[in-house]
């Protein structure tokens, strides 16, 4: 067994409002990643094999390697269909929201799931949830979304009707928001979980490998480019800065996720502890920036203070609305604000 981390009367609540409901949408935030597709759809399984009309609306598309999962092509994109995502807004008598912690985080969504009658249940593990909904399940402490909604359905006494399809779901969040468990795993539960997702046959290998081996070769050279041409070192702070324009993503026929898992590669370089990504956006005038560090240095301080973002910790991101050189003047700027915290985190983690 694992520890009781969901207070009971949470999950007391949530069964009671299920019990109670016909319609559920879930709804996880702009560009959604492993975790909020797989927390989604490991719901969504387990919502329609209890009877539910569940249906999963996502602002925006996600990406090519999150597409095999099953119940994904079901996966409702706000941006394409608007009136048809608003109406089973409108009709859910319920509305679970993961992985995020605003409304502003689901885009044009928000305003819909604000104006909704229906209950509304957060699940989420980034810290400082807005309090807009009726049940309100926040854990920071745990490494995914996709854990807590596990965590949930187990504690509902529904392990033994969880589906193979929802158990392959929650893995792929869990693996792909520890980066495959190479960070934020530590804690030995999230093993005994596996094991229980394998005891539903989930072949955690076949996941892997459809993860992480499906990338097109363009990826790989625009990834090379990236390293070569994109790269700025900051030894003494250990820190990294990479970035990509428009042309370069152009050149290299960049596709949604693509760019996925390039802010952590310059973190693979020895006394490097925090690593920024800028991305110029191909079809908005913005830049999207995502951070990354180790140890104890807070990358979601420093997307907030500079790019109106937040986040966890050790991964975090956010937007900047100017040119790439503006966005690279203002992380520099906002670097030497923090020397102090970055040289003490790297001589920490150099000495380990
Ligand atoms: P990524 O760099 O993979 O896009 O995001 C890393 C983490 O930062 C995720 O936990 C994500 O929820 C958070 N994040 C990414 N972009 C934003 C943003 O624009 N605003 C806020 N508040 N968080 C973000
Ligand atoms: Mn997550």
Not at 99 to 108: G, H, P, Q
Not at 119 to 139: G, M, N, Q, R
Not at 193 to 212: A, F, M, N, T, W
Not at 251 to 269: R, V, W
Request: aromatic share 10%; glycine share 6%.
């Amino acid at each position: 067994m694992f520890s009781k981390i969901i207070a009971q009367e949470k999950i007391n609540k949530v069964a009671d409002l299920i019990d109670k409901a016909d319609k559920a949408v879930i709804v996880t935030h702009v560009s959604p990643d492993g975790d909020a597709i797989g927390s989604s759809l490991g719901l969504y399984h387990y919502l329609q094999d209890s009877g539910m009309e569940a249906t999963v609306i996502v602002p925006n598309e996600f990406p090519y390697f999150l597409k095999w999962m099953k119940g994904a092509k079901d996966v409702l994109i706000h941006e394409k269909y608007p009136d048809f995502a608003a109406q089973l807004i409108a009709d859910a008598d319920m509305i679970f929201c993961l992985d995020f912690n605003v409304l502003s985080r689901i885009k044009a969504v928000g305003d819909l799931v604000k104006e909704s009658k229906a209950k509304k249940v957060l699940i989420d593990h980034h810290p400082d949830p807005a309090d807009f909904c009726d049940v309100t399940i926040s854990h920071p402490e745990i490494s995914s979304t996709s854990e807590l909604i596990f965590r949930l359905i187990c504690r509902m006494g529904d392990f033994e009707q969880m589906s193979k399809d929802s158990a392959e779901s929650i893995y792929t969040g869990m693996m792909t928001d520890t980066g495959a468990f190479t960070y934020n795993s530590n804690s030995p539960e999230i093993y005994y979980i596996i094991g229980q997702l394998l005891l539903k046959g989930i072949d955690k290998d076949y996941i892997y490998s459809k993860v992480y081996h499906s990338y097109t070769a363009d990826r790989y050279r625009m990834m090379g480019h990236t390293l070569s041409e994109r790269m700025k070192i900051y030894e003494n702070y250990g820190a990294a800065l990479i970035w990509l324009n428009k042309d370069d993503q152009i050149k290299y026929h960049s596709q949604k996720g693509d760019t996925e898992g390039f802010a952590n590669l310059p973190l693979s370089i020895s006394g490097i502890t925090f690593s920024v990504f800028l991305r110029q956006d191909t079809e908005k005038d913005m830049i999207k920036i995502s951070l990354r560090s180790q140890g104890t240095f807070p990358c979601n301080t420093f997307a907030a203070q500079c790019f109106n973002g937040g986040g966890h910790l050790n991964a975090s991101g956010g937007e900047f609305y100017g040119s790439l050189a503006e966005a690279i003047e203002l992380f520099e700027n906002t670097l030497d604000e923090y020397a102090e915290l970055l040289i003490t985190n790297k001589n920490n983690l150099d000495k380990r």
